[in-house]
């Protein structure tokens, strides 16, 4: 990732900020590609879906047996929730490395 910025930064002759900026774009971004990728993960470790057949052309799902790895599944729920909440993040917060002559430290938890 720091690659990546060093990078973009000479190519496009970035100001710090621009830098900054651009910088937490990229981070939000993976941090939405990984949710999506935890998001299929759970979505596949679910159990079986349940369908009620009554109306045989319009079924409605009513519930899923349980998960096969029920403790795997939570920490793919996890994890998908984990980086949907931090591709939300602001541009202060999502980044937490010295860009430029911005420097923004996460607070500890």
Same mark, same amino acid.
């Given at each position: 990732m720091r690659s990546l910025i060093a990078e973009? !930064?000479?190519? %496009?002759? %970035? !100001?710090?900020e621009q830098q900054f900026r651009v910088s937490a +774009? @990229?981070?939000r971004n993976i941090h939405a590609e990984k949710a999506s990728v935890f &998001?299929?993960?759970y979505m596949y470790g679910q159990g079986e879906a349940i369908y009620d057949l009554t109306d045989p052309m319009n079924p409605k799902l009513i519930g899923r047996e =349980?998960?096969?790895?029920p403790w795997?599944?939570? @920490? +793919?729920? /996890?994890?998908? $929730?984990? &980086?949907l909440e931090m591709s939300k993040? =602001?541009?202060? $917060?999502? @980044? !937490?490395?010295?860009? /430029?002559?911005?420097?923004?430290?996460? =607070? =500890?938890?």
């Open positions: 973009l !930064t000479e190519y %496009l002759n %970035l !100001t710090p +774009m @990229i981070k &998001h299929r993960y =349980p998960a096969k790895d795997l599944n939570e @920490i +793919m729920e /996890g994890k998908y $929730k984990q &980086h993040l =602001p541009d202060e $917060k999502v @980044i !937490t490395w010295s860009v /430029g002559s911005f420097k923004y430290v996460q =607070p =500890p938890r």
